[in-house]
């Protein structure tokens, strides 16, 4: 069917066009079947029906446009085309039946390629997340998404990687472990993402020291110049199928297993990783409420790691409370580099750091078994990470100068304060990150909440129990409103909620 | 946040606004989160994102733009909002928990007010395909359909429907059952479906002789007046999630047990029908492979059915074969109204509408057990099945002296011609609807396939096997190169392929 083209100036994010219902019936197509634009050249759109189009028309979005030229041809020849045999595996799969390695990447390699509708995608997440997959499935998929995406080789091996599955606040370790690896004359490619639903993700963090949006290439580089680099993932082309997985997971809250294990063992696999550390944070409001479960999905990562020919240890964490004391970009920077700076600051932090970084350091052989956190210590202590750090820092084109005293919090505070005396015991991370979410995190970097009293502290009635930051004066207010409406945390003998009589108008 | 309004004059099919991802990120949405609208009044809006939207703009789909108003507001305010609790619901379903009658009804009412994303109704789908529904749920499910939607209520009962749940082709025996039924003074007011994938629906049937867009009021007071009615059920607003949840199911290719179930109840629930048959084409080729899945779907809709207050009862019936010789909207009517003037006609439509008939008419005590058919076959041979087709034909607002000569198939015309001597062995109904679809079926009321040869007849080489119509010339020739390609039908002894050597170039 000949139809005259109305650009729509839309991104639709595929490649789709629109159809008038008239048009869409005469063709035999409905919304969500696809057709061949022939032109110059042969391309599957994805068919969207309305009324805005008139009969003989055919609306097409931004990405089908610009494929079709710089200037859309006036006049645009359809015909309707299969679906792609994706769909009939994700069907198998929703059957319960087992797949191949060729349907696991022909998946994948069509989540890459756009070329699934929402949909689409949303079965096959839905799938995963109730099907699950089988180990031989779960390597196939890793495979399939490092071999849909750009890889890093390096000419000198080993290369050491570090990754965290998330869910605790202020979790900054990485700012600590990758300049102590890359100090031991190791070599650590550090990919890492933004904050999707947290406070500040690891790639916020590096941003407020230097650029993060780094492309393989300079990652490359920069990590066989100086021994490390803190980019951000989003930035390169490395196993992109998982941030496309991401876009139907998260409207849904679902995270399935075989996307987990697949996503963190591609990313690492990609960038040719030997031997991989993987923090754990385990506890009540992390992703990992039990150790049970953390032995599980560890053994899962173990074995996944096997098949690829990646060395993997896990490193189960406390989870329940956050890492130091400050939440929210700026402030969480500012707490580790004065750890690298003056070895002051707390405890959770810099156990952590070393903890993991001194697994690592043992499994490439650095450090004798039962040595690595005492020769991370040292790294840490003698100043060398710092050193390596501020080289990190300037390969990536930020100021290697700074301090943690030229890093400012934001300028509008609020304070949380405890209604009585006693000690804090219980805490709540999830209610941490939505205030600091609320004053502007991770957007705003100088937005975040200091944690004045964790677990287990005693507090004074009328002592601040958080500290709230923000660049903005009306999301301060929001914050401030959100913290008080529902605490972060309870003071023993605190009044939880105060019931009066309803009030005569 | 404070943003200029840009109407996008595209409908979205959905409450819908697009944010540039920088004012995305600073309001702390993503795509696919929703948005309170303040302005005169509230409306939740979902969120997409996308760079043609510039800072400080908001891009608003067609919807939105008329919920706000005739003429769009310059500006809006906008806040973002949580998610519906429907996800949570589809959440515990994907978790393979039972839900609540409450939480159901809060899937169905979000779903009918397109509250849901694409994304958040394939896991829905996906989810109630996987996991299934209990009887409890599928009742509740059922309710919810009907009460979302409009109802009909009839001051006389008892009211009998007829449901066929498709799957076989030429299946026009509605257009005999209903009259059959009406003339015996039974109300049955029968809404129908267009064809989504087959070659012709019922609606698309009586289309041919009259109007089929009718209302709920219309439906009601034509069956109050001439005792029947042949509506489209599109036309009305009758469990309106049904063609929501399609919409999902279609591009996925499944159609889940506890949807097919509630929604054929539902819709009969909500016209209050009383006893209901309904047909289930059984054999290769069909919905129902087996005779022991038909009995179990017969089971389950006479368990809801049950629950609902309706008496339902099922008939299994031969769908191997099409019914009649005819597939495609003119040609099945003609088939259909030259059995009603004259009793001439395939066996296997007159037998099987007077079959349906017949239980209905033994159901509600009109004929004794064992009697219904005699009397169905009586109505018909009587002429008054003719009688009433024509009252209702005229209460439609169509012509009632229309005859079956009047009907004309397509002017385009082609035949496959059987390549031997031999008998009809083999019969693929899903080609025959390929064919007739390829020649125009169903929006080309002309266009269909007329079986000459069905299983189990001998041919001699040179007859035809089939002969196609269409409206338009193209059309025919793409159907011929389609049943050449792939014959729908094998004769004993037939090449089924010549494969040659490759011909040197």
Redesign the interface.
Known sequence: MELKVQP????AGKYKI?LNPEDA??L?V????RVQLKDHSYLTAIVET???IAKGDV?VY?ECCERLGKVCPLVINIVPTS?PSS?SF??KM?D?QKLTQEEIYQIIQDIVRENL???????FV??S???GMSADEIEWLTRAMIDTGEKIEFDTHPIVDKHSIGGVPGNKISLLVVPIIAANDLLIPKTSSRA?TGAAGTADLMGVLAPVELSADEIKYITERVGGVIAWGGATNIAPADDKLI??E?????DPRSQLLASIIAKKGAVGADYVVIDLPTGIGTKIPTADEGKRLARDLIELGERLGISVECAMTYGASPVGRTVGPAIEVREALKVLETMQGPNSLIEKSTGLAGILLEMVGVATRGHGKELAMETLRSGKALTKLKEIIEAQGGNPNITHTDIKPGEYRGELLSPVDGYVIEFDNKRIVEIA?AAGSP?DIGAGVWINKKKGELVKKGEPLITIFADKDWKLTNALKSAEKEYPMIVEGMVLEHIRPLQVL
Chains 1, 2 share one sequence.
């Open positions: 729509l100036r839309i991104k629109v019936k005469e035999g409905r919304s969500g079947d309305g009324d805005m609306g931004q679906k769909i994700i069907k929703m319960n509708t929402d949909i689409e995608m949303a079965a839905t799938t997340y109730i099907h999707i876009r139907s998260y409207p849904l809250s679902i979410r957007i």
